[in-house]
């Protein structure tokens, strides 16, 4: 029970702190998705249905936020991770550098194509008098985001198996297992 309050508050936390803070500064409020990023490693880890939880409670948090159609950030979270934990689970057995950082670089280009998508449908449908468009400006904007997010998954992988060996040597009752 306590485990899951803290799961929750974590995602709170997480989602507001990038929408309040992040939002202040112009390079992580444009270039760096932090639920994003931490769905994307809890699914790497194998935690698969925390990562999806966390995905859904960001992505409507950022629906509370924005002034986008209900239901737009959500799906655009929880729907890459679901492709994204297929394709994992079936293409990849290992968890390589080179899985991880094609995950992280499909789930953002996938987060971005589904909210574009969105946007345009719900305009033609008339639910919304805003339009989207790309152009270049948008397309270095995702360059550079991918960069981020490239950098920021691998820094995040290789210092939790960094931690990840420490923790288990030093606890490790026996020195030959």
Excluded at 48 to 76: C, K, N, P, Q, V
Aim: overall charge positive; glycine content about 4%.
């Amino acid at each position: 029970m306590l485990k899951n309050s803290f799961f929750a508050v974590a995602i709170i936390l997480t989602a507001v702190f990038s929408i309040s803070f992040f939002g202040n500064f112009d390079f992580s409020r444009n270039y760096i998705n932090l639920p994003l990023l931490i769905s994307v490693y809890l699914i790497i880890q194998s935690h698969y249905e925390r990562g999806f939880i966390f995905a859904a409670g960001a992505g409507l948090i950022f629906d509370m936020y924005s002034s986008s159609t209900a239901g737009t950030y959500t799906l655009a979270m929880v729907v890459p991770l679901v492709v994204m934990f297929y394709a994992f689970r079936s293409l990849f057995a290992r968890k390589s550098m080179y899985a991880i950082i094609l995950m992280m670089i499909v789930s953002t280009i996938m987060y971005h194509l589904f909210i574009w998508g969105l946007t345009e449908f719900f305009y033609l449908v008339n639910w919304r008098e805003f339009r989207s468009s790309i152009n270049s400006d948008y397309i270095i904007s995702l360059c550079v985001q991918l960069s981020v997010h490239v950098a920021l998954i691998v820094c995040i992988h290789a210092l939790s198996l960094l931690v990840g060996r420490h923790v288990v040597h030093r606890f490790r009752l026996n020195p030959r297992v």
